[in-house]
């Protein structure tokens, strides 16, 4: 069945947001000094992709999500463990040539910005997907 690429990304538009709130520490703390754990990068990366997928998954066809393929991350400022940040994301361009996206973040505590990125996504159908990584790993 071939599938009309334009419908994919039809429910997504440049401009489109979504927040989401998280607590760090509770998936890959960093500890510093004297017990002092704080959030780590690839924890608030984490949380950027997952607020993307949050929001921009509801408004793909059923059978599609979105798998990262490029991120940039700025950490700026560290959060105590236990703490919470928010996260929030913008949908900079979609690409329905391609079926990608790309979006940004902004990851605040209550003292500031935290970190920032941009990340690339590509929209992928579920069964196709699962499909290749059981061929590229010999298991299907």
């Not at 039809?10 to 607590?23: L, M």
């Not at 998954?57 to 400022?77: F, K, Q, S, Y």
Request: negative net charge; proline residues 4%.
């Amino acid at each position: 069945m071939t599938e009309d690429r334009d419908d994919l990304l039809s429910g997504i538009d440049a401009g489109f947001e979504h927040e989401s709130t998280w607590e760090v520490g509770a998936f890959e703390p960093q500890t510093i000094a004297d017990g002092v754990a704080v959030s780590s990068t690839p924890e608030l990366i984490g949380c950027m992709e997952g607020t993307v997928r949050d929001g921009v998954t509801p408004l793909l066809p059923d059978g599609h999500r979105i798998v990262g393929v490029r991120i940039e991350c700025d950490h700026r400022a560290p959060t105590p463990a236990g703490e919470e940040v928010t996260v929030a994301i913008e949908v900079e361009e979609t690409d329905a040539t391609d079926d990608r996206l790309v979006s940004t973040a902004t990851v605040a505590d209550e003292r500031g910005t935290v970190a920032t990125g941009r990340m690339h996504h590509a929209v992928v159908d579920r069964a196709s997907f699962a499909d290749r990584v059981e061929r590229r790993f010999d298991r299907g």
